[in-house]
């Protein structure tokens, strides 16, 4: 059974930093790519960053400089460092195990405010 458990979400105060965590088991995590996700409140989910099987990492524009997506093989755990975080990052964020159809995390909460 895939699972995906994504952990670390917090409040914290805008300019701050987290690192969240997902953590899969069900599957040979080496040979996925993984993707963090988000959902802002009232806003359609949308993809942070990728990192293929290989440690190839993407991080979109609208990230990139402050988010960053790495991958430990070892821990089948994905992590999604984030530094500079603003209210607008306020958001459920998401892991997903892009093979077969696809596979979903719960969610963990990032809320941004002072």
């Known amino acids: 059974q895939v699972q995906l458990v994504e952990s670390g979400g917090a409040l914290v105060q805008p300019g701050g930093s987290l690192r969240l965590s997902c953590t899969a088991s069900g599957f040979t995590f080496s040979n996925v790519a993984m993707s963090w996700y988000r959902r802002p409140p009232g806003k359609e989910r949308e993809l942070v960053a990728r990192i293929s099987s290989t440690g190839v990492s993407t991080t979109w524009s609208n990230w990139k400089g402050r988010f960053t997506i790495s991958r430990d093989d070892a821990k089948a755990t994905v992590y999604l460092q984030m530094n500079s975080l603003k209210p607008e990052d306020t958001a459920v964020y998401y892991c997903?195990?892009?093979?077969?159809?696809?596979?979903w995390g719960q969610g963990t909460q990032v809320t941004v405010s002072s």
């Open positions: 997903y195990a892009d093979f077969r159809t696809g596979y």
